[in-house]
């Protein structure tokens, strides 16, 4: 059985490059401890279209953060799962790799 990986073209790796640098810089100037892995978001200013009360991570559903019930953008969205994060205390997982909305809840997946 052959382990198949993963490879980028050449256009790929330098696009992926360019994408992990931009979302430094926006990490670093919010002092976020989180680091994103949405690359597909091109204006992190954008309104996401997610709107709810609370935002949790799915595995520690006693542990929340309010939201303001309003259209976020992915930039909110980030500094809530960031504080979310923060409250979980789980620095094993601190990559952002999606959002769902469930109900009146956005749930954050954490990834490592």
Known sequence: MMNAE???TEDESIQFE???ERFSIIQDENNFKTE???YEIEN???DSDLSAVTMTDGCHNNITVSLPNKKLTWLELWK???MLFEIIGDSEHMFIE???LKGDTIEVR???
């Open 6 to 8: 993963f490879e980028m």
């Open 18 to 20: 360019k994408d992990y």
């Open 36 to 38: 994103w892995c949405l």
């Open 44 to 46: 992190i200013e954008e």
């Open 80 to 82: 809530h799962a960031d």
């Open 98 to 100: 999606s959002f769902e």
């Open 110 to 112: 954490f990834g490592s």
